[in-house]
């Protein structure tokens, strides 16, 4: 059984959150810039339903909550994923 994520993990998604500006982020979790430009500066966190989202939108995200909650082999196939999807799609596969 893998560990529980606590929001006490939430250092661990911050250079993910980092990698994507505040607008896309609240665009993605239906909060306002304000609101995500706090997570990207680390001065709040997400709540779960907007990490849900923001995981729903972008696997790098997923990733790391993935990580954070103890569960590095999703995280891994997660992002190979997304890899394959974008090279599937560069060569007109998709």
Known sequence: MGTAMTWDSTATILPALRRWSAKELARWADVSEKTATAWREGRNEPRLSHAMRLAAHNAEIFAAIAAAAGH???????????????????????
């Not at 082999?73 to 997660?78: I, S």
């Not at 992002?79 to 596969?93: Q, R, S, T």
């Open 72 to 94: 590095a082999d999703a995280a891994q196939r997660a992002v190979a994923a997304e890899h394959l999807k974008k090279a599937l799609a560069a060569l007109g596969e998709t």
